[in-house]
């Protein structure tokens, strides 16, 4: 008993779980994120003793969209004890809390719905920031980009073609996206506001969202596997250099490369002399000829109109001769693509049967080329015989 004793307390306990006890309440089935929703016997307090109030202004465009579903506003707003009120005179809308109110946090829900609704988001969508789950994010994008005509690019890019990317964004982070005038409305948890945040900043900072797409869909592949969630998944996630590199950046990596290339000679068995004379050759090879003139400096796309005459066309003109051009390249490429087609259709080039006569010549000429010591020979005799006859004479 007392050797037990003795153990027990020379086991060393972590002080940080020192006065942690069992819980035996708290089991697996319990979704610890679960957001409960607040109900009226929760408030302990009762009545609030202030009124609490918010009021928002709102562009003359959407007054007539505001008067038609005011009442829409209303109904969604009644059931959680707030007021709100349509002021057209000044173009402001208001809500503000009542004897009947219970949540002391619908107040800054119903505030998040009147900007939403100013911001340009539809009666039904906008009514569902009222719920637990659900968050909002207004990003202010009109002052990141000073140039007019790159900033609407850029907002076009967040929008895609026909709303693709916008759609593929809505899909991966689980949010309601609106892009309008110079601020992006959000709603949806508050992981994909964060995420739809990211997206939009660094696509007026000319980071294309289609990067950050990529690496969203990966994330949800390998959230799948239960294998990787203790594991770091930077190693499945691409990684996209910068175009533009620093001066400094583009040495580094050229003596990188440099170096590389000497360890992949010295392994080759080459020595270092051998490998100085290589670099020697190599710099000979690109060193140019230097000349003190600058370069004849390029026509500008106007003096090129200017000498075809294209300056002087006017606007349908100049669309009918584009049109053109298009439609002649469209006919040579399909005129090259039939004759590619055309040609698994051909007929091989068959040889003819050779005549009774190729085939005499053809043995007579195969005969010669086997034995042509034995026809030197008779041409010998031939001679020999010639020359006894004239001796003879």
């Not at 006017?314 to 001769?321: I, L, Q, V, Y």
Request: a positive charge; proline letters at 5%.
């Amino acid at each position: 008993m007392a050797e037990a004793e003795s153990s027990s307390a020379n086991v060393v306990v972590n002080k940080n779980k020192r006065h942690r006890k069992d819980k035996p309440w708290d089991t697996d089935d319990i979704d610890h994120w679960k957001v409960d929703p607040f109900q009226p016997e929760d408030n302990k307090g009762g009545t609030f003793t202030e009124e609490s109030s918010f009021a928002t202004l709102f562009p003359k465009y959407r007054e007539k969209y505001l008067r038609e579903v005011w009442s829409a506003v209303t109904k969604a707003l009644e059931p959680h004890g707030i007021a709100c009120t349509l002021d057209l005179v000044h173009g402001s809308m208001s809500v503000r809390t009542t004897r009947k109110t219970y949540d002391p946090y619908i107040i800054l829900k119903a505030r998040d719905m009147i900007k939403l609704l100013a911001r340009g988001v539809n009666v039904a969508q906008a009514a569902r920031i009222l719920e637990d789950t659900v968050a909002c994010d207004i990003i202010k994008i009109g002052s990141l980009v000073r140039n007019k005509e790159r900033f609407v690019k850029r907002r076009q890019r967040i929008i895609g073609p026909d709303g693709s990317t916008l759609k593929a964004i809505e899909l991966l982070t689980q949010c309601y996206v609106l892009v309008q005038g110079s601020t992006v409305s959000v709603m949806g948890p508050y992981k994909g506001l964060k995420e739809v945040r990211r997206i939009v900043l660094d696509c007026m900072k000319n980071i294309h969202p289609i990067y950050r797409i990529k690496e969203l869909m990966i994330k949800r592949e390998l959230a799948k596997d239960p294998k990787l969630a203790t594991e770091s998944w930077d190693r499945f996630l691409p990684q996209f250099r910068k175009r533009h590199l620093k001066t400094s950046e583009k040495t580094a990596r050229k003596h990188a490369q440099t170096e590389a290339k000497r360890e992949a000679l010295k392994a080759a068995g080459l020595g270092e002399e051998e490998i100085k004379e290589r670099e020697k050759e190599k710099r000979k090879e690109k060193k140019k000829v230097y000349t003190p003139f600058p370069p004849p400096q390029q026509p500008r796309k106007v003096d090129i109109e200017l000498e075809t005459g294209e300056y002087f066309l006017k606007a349908h003109e100049k669309d009918a001769r584009e049109k053109a051009k298009k439609k002649q390249k469209q006919e040579e490429v399909t005129e090259q693509r039939r004759a590619e087609r055309a040609e698994a259709f051909k007929a091989p080039v068959e040889e003819a049967a050779p005549t009774v006569e190729e085939k005499r010549k053809r043995k007579h000429k195969e005969v010669m080329e086997e034995a042509p010591g034995e026809d030197s020979g008779k041409s010998k005799k031939k001679k020999k015989k010639s020359k006894v006859k004239d001796e003879a004479v």
